[in-house]
Structure formats: C-alpha cells, structure tokens
C-alpha cells in the first residue's frame, strides 16, 4: 500500500527556522490529523517583486502545498504579486496585506487574518471596554502588523482617546491611514514619523493606563528597540511587544522597569498562537472553535519549555 504523500504548508519570514512552530506545527498536525509538513521560506526585508512572485510560483507548482502563513512580508507580498491571487477576503484587500495564503486548485487566495487575531490577544489582557477610562494607544510600527492593530482599534465601540502611529516610512504610514479612513474611529489616529523628540513629546502626553505596542520587527528581524536611548515607560503603562523570540530589547527594557514603574508587561507569545492557529484552520479547512484552540494551546506550550 502507497503511502499518501505528505502536505505541505510554508511558512514566508526572515528567520523562519528559529520561530517556535517549527516544534509546535508536528504536534498540531498530529492532533489535527492534518498529515502535513511544515517548510520555512525565508525572504529578505525588501526583497524584489521578482522573488515574492517566485516564492508563490514555487508554492503553487508543488501539488502537495496546501498554502501558508505570511509574517514581516504581508504588505509587500499584496503589493508585489497581488495579480497572481485569485481572490482575497475582505480585510486583504481592505487593508492590503496578507498573512494567509490558501491554495486550492492551483488557485491561489489571500486572506488577512492580523486585524482579527490582534484583537484577540488584546482582549486577553485587557477587559472589555477597556478603553472608556480615556487610556491612549501608542504603536511603534507602520507595517502590515501596525496596520492590523489600526484597523482593530478604530473599530472598537468603545476606542481609545487617541491612537498614535510611529514609523520610519511616510508612505507606509500613508497607506496605514489610507486603510482606516473609512473606519468609526479614524479620527483618533495620529501618524508620526520616529523621532527621540516626537516620541518622547507623546509618551508624556500619555494618559495613565496606556498601552505601547512594539510592532516594528526590532528584537526580532533586526536588532534594536524602538524606544530611544535613555527615555522610559511612562508608569502604570501596558506594554505589549508582539514578538516572543529574538533579542527583545523592547520587551527587555519594559520588564526591568515593571516594578519601580507599575507596568503590565506581556510578550507576543498569545498573539503567536492566535494567528497561526486561524491560518492553519484557514489553509486545512478546519472549525476552530474554543475548545480547539484550548487543545492547540496546550500543545504549543511544549515549545515555551
């Protein structure tokens, strides 16, 4: 009797072979009876046009590949390659990215998944309505994961006061505004290029409570926190960083000052199992209730050990 050939799911980073799933991915296609592989596909940040739309070439030419997951390149794989997708779900194409790539049929589909699985982690440690105590937002980052966090944010009955943007990249932060324009709180939003000055004046204008968000890719990608030298946390800020791997200064430097500060400190880890968990149900056809996400959960944290 032939054994069935393996499927397989890809997974499109920088330094994908240093990323927890490769160790927790076996464990999930055992419990899901998925029969599936998983195999990085690393890409430079700023690759060419060319090589995004040979990764997905690459992918849809081997029978076996089911799809994957898009982290660090979600804004420049639409951007770059978006022809050769037969459809995108709502929030893609609404907000121009994609971290989910399905294919079925040689077809290819992109779906965003970030502005869905943000919110999720959020709502894991901080309450419901949250926000209606006047608490800011401040997010270095104007990527395809800063752009997620936006969309999620200014949707929120109950938003922040007001939501501000730092990157390094005028026209990143343009798209970002130019994705949330039509979104109930977009006049909360406040774009910022980065600088010691800018960044310092915010943190200050800060109401308690706040939550600060490192989601430049510093820590992980590349080294370094987005958080200039020699200014601190404003106190009894939450500090999320949504990276859970790497050299996490952003991370390192809220938890030394959590005490003499009262910070609420929390890494990416959740965020993490939220966006890989909804990829892989996405990409294998699979009802990802509560209970499942409890049982992949529980897997996953073999990986933490």
């Known amino acids: 009797m032939t054994q069935q050939a393996k499927r397989v799911m890809r997974f499109i980073g920088v330094s994908t072979a240093s990323s927890s799933i490769n160790k927790v991915f076996p464990k999930w296609s055992e419990l899901l009876d998925l029969n599936a592989e998983l195999k990085g596909l690393d890409l430079p940040i700023g690759a060419t046009s060319q090589q995004y739309q040979a990764a997905l070439e690459e992918m849809r030419s081997d029978k076996n590949c089911a799809g994957a997951l898009v982290t660090t390149h979600k804004i420049a794989l639409f ?3 978006n022809e050769m997708f037969t459809s995108f779900d709502q929030v893609a194409a609404a907000c121009g990215e994609v971290s989910c790539v399905k294919i079925v ?3 290819i589909e992109g779906a965003a998944k970030d502005p869905i699985t943000a919110g999720l982690a959020i709502e894991e440690f901080l309450p419901r309505g949250y926000f209606k105590n006047g608490a800011d ?3 270095f980052g104007d990527g395809g994961a800063a752009t997620a966090i936006a969309w999620y944010l200014t949707g929120l009955a109950s ?3 007001k939501v501000h943007f730092f990157g390094i990249n005028s026209e990143r932060l343009l798209h970002l505004t130019k994705v949330i324009e039509s979104r109930p709180g977009s006049d909360l939003v406040e774009t910022h290029i980065s600088s010691k000055d800018a960044i310092e004046k915010i943190l200050e204008e800060l109401n308690p409570g706040s939550l600060i968000i490192n989601a430049t890719g510093m820590g992980k990608d590349i080294p370094g926190n987005p958080m200039p030298e020699g200014i601190s946390f404003p106190n009894e800020s939450v500090i999320w960083e949504l990276n859970y791997r790497g ?4 991370l390192r430097q809220a938890e030394a ?3 003499s500060s009262n910070l ?3 890494d990416g880890w959740r965020y993490f199992i939220h966006g890989w968990s909804s990829v892989v149900a996405e990409v294998f056809d699979i009802k990802l209730t509560p209970e499942l996400l409890a049982k992949l959960s529980q897997a996953a944290e073999v990986a933490r050990q």
Do not use: D, H, T
């Not at 050299?247 to 952003?250: I, P, Q």
């Open 257 to 259: 000052e959590a005490s």
């Open 79 to 81: 951007n770059s390659a």
């Open 137 to 139: 937002v401040l997010v």
């Open 247 to 250: 050299s996490l200064e952003f």
């Open 105 to 107: 049929n040689g077809k």
């Open 264 to 266: 609420k400190v929390y």
């Open 159 to 161: 938003p922040p006061r």
